[in-house]
């Protein structure tokens, strides 16, 4: 059983709730638009991190981190990706991947948007955390913690914050 925490969109900015909310998970999961490559030090001081960049992050970032992952988590296949689009409207690249590799889950950022989405015609949980930066259009910070037991995804919270 793996606690795992799912984020996107910090851009440069992470502080001790979202340290507090993942101090328990065994990995944290980061869907790109990171801002800062200290961010990358700051999550892995928590846990064990895996993050793909995003359209804002630099050639630091860029060198260190991928344009998507696909990895396995206990039996749990997930597709990770920045920019991807969601159920029906998936960017084409991502679409291609998912039909290739049929994953139990897919992460994408970018929307600013927090999503949770059973996607039944293409039999996976989709999740796009939303943002947990200041910078955007979003009004709310958020983040998700779920558990991933063999190939159960289980006690999905969310963390919700003021974007201040």
Do not use: C, W
Not at 84 to 96: A, C, E, N
Not at 108 to 123: A, F, M, Q, R, Y
Not at 128 to 154: C, E, Q
């Amino acid at each position: 059983m793996k606690k795992i925490g799912i984020i996107s969109d910090t851009h440069g900015f992470i502080d001790s709730k979202i340290k507090d909310f993942f101090k328990d998970t065994d990995i944290i999961l980061h869907a790109g638009d990171i801002g800062d490559a200290e961010i990358i030090k700051e999550l892995r001081n928590i846990s064990k991190l895996i993050a793909v960049y995003g359209n804002i992050d630099n050639t630091i970032i860029r060198q260190i981190t991928s344009e998507f992952e696909i990895i396995k988590i206990e039996n749990v296949k997930i597709i990770m990706i920045h920019i991807g689009g969601y159920p029906d409207r998936y960017q084409p690249m991502l679409y291609k991947m998912i039909i290739n590799e049929r994953p139990n889950l897919v992460i994408t950022g970018h929307s600013h948007i927090l999503k949770v989405i059973n996607d039944k015609k293409l039999n996976h949980l989709h999740i796009n955390p939303g943002a947990y930066g200041k910078n955007g259009f979003h009004k709310v910070r958020t983040a998700i913690r779920l558990t991933i037991d063999d190939n159960n995804m289980k006690d999905l919270e969310v963390l919700e914050l003021n974007r201040k």
